[in-house]
T-cell receptor, first 111, second 113 residues
Framework: EDKVVQSPLSLVVHEGDTVTLNCSYE??????LLWYKQEKKAPTFLFML????IEKKSGRLSSILDKKELFSILNITATQTGDSAVYLC???????????FGAGTRLTVKP | NAGVMQNPRHLVRRRGQEARLRCSPM?????VYWYRQLPEEGLKFMVY????????ESGMPKERFSAEFPKEGPSILRIQQVVRGDSAAYFC???????????FGSGTRLTVV
């Protein structure tokens, strides 16, 4: 059965710290891995990764995929209180009609 | 472009009542997905629909839950005879079929009292 595991489940840091969130997966016929940020309401799309080793970057956020070791990381540098959210990792495969989500990492950034 | 619209945002039902959750996908999107999020858990797939068709309902509980996406109007997720365990946030997502950019609605938070 397809599986997506995120770690840590929760993380508390101070403003300015750098954090790394992990997502490992087991899925057949992998198509893409997606990262979402969920604050109070709907998840918002951050990145979609399909190829190994190519870093995607958006401001202080970056992400990379390792298809050999079956994991992805999401980095946030110089964290701000507005980065506090649940970060969800999801995997899309050619087999399924949906994305499989991990349980999320709850990030709290303290001033 | 209004994005994915879900309503109501909050719904309170007594045990045994019916809950109807609505989702209007983004303009031009014909693929709709429903997810359920229990407290402290990730999103769990429920059902995937295209217009007038249920493509995959492997995540739907076998009883009391049904979904439709009619030719006209929003997609509806219907929960009959609700129980306390149905309390959750229900999210709808849509995409246009050729891209992977799922867009989520703001969700409906169902509370069963």
């Amino acid at each position: 059965e397809d599986k997506v595991v995120q770690s840590p489940l929760s993380l508390v840091v101070h403003e300015g710290d750098t954090v790394t969130l992990n997502c490992s997966y087991e899925v057949t016929n992998f198509r893409s891995l997606l990262w979402y940020k969920q604050e109070k309401k709907a998840p918002t799309f951050l990145f979609m990764l399909t190829s190994s080793g190519i870093e995607k970057k958006s401001g202080r956020l970056s992400s990379i995929l390792d298809k050999k070791e079956l994991f992805s990381i999401l980095n946030i540098t110089a964290t701000q209180t507005g980065d506090s959210a649940v970060y969800l990792c999801a995997v899309d495969s050619y087999n399924n009609n949906d994305m499989r989500f991990g349980a999320g990492t709850r990030l709290t950034v303290k001033p | 472009n209004a994005g994915v619209m879900q309503n109501p945002r909050h719904l309170v039902r007594r045990r045994g009542q019916e809950a109807r959750l609505r989702c209007s996908p983004m303009k031009g999107h014909s693929h709709v997905y429903w997810y359920r999020q229990l407290p402290e858990e990730g999103l769990k797939f429920m059902v995937y629909l295209q217009k007038e068709n249920i493509i995959d309902e492997s995540g739907m509980p076998k009883e009391r839950f049904s979904a439709e996406f009619p030719k006209e109007g929003p997609s509806i997720l219907r929960i009959q005879q609700v129980v306390r365990g149905d309390s959750a946030a229900y999210f709808c997502a849509s995409h246009g079929g050729s891209d992977y950019g799922y867009t989520f609605g703001s969700g409906t938070r169902l509370t069963v009292v």
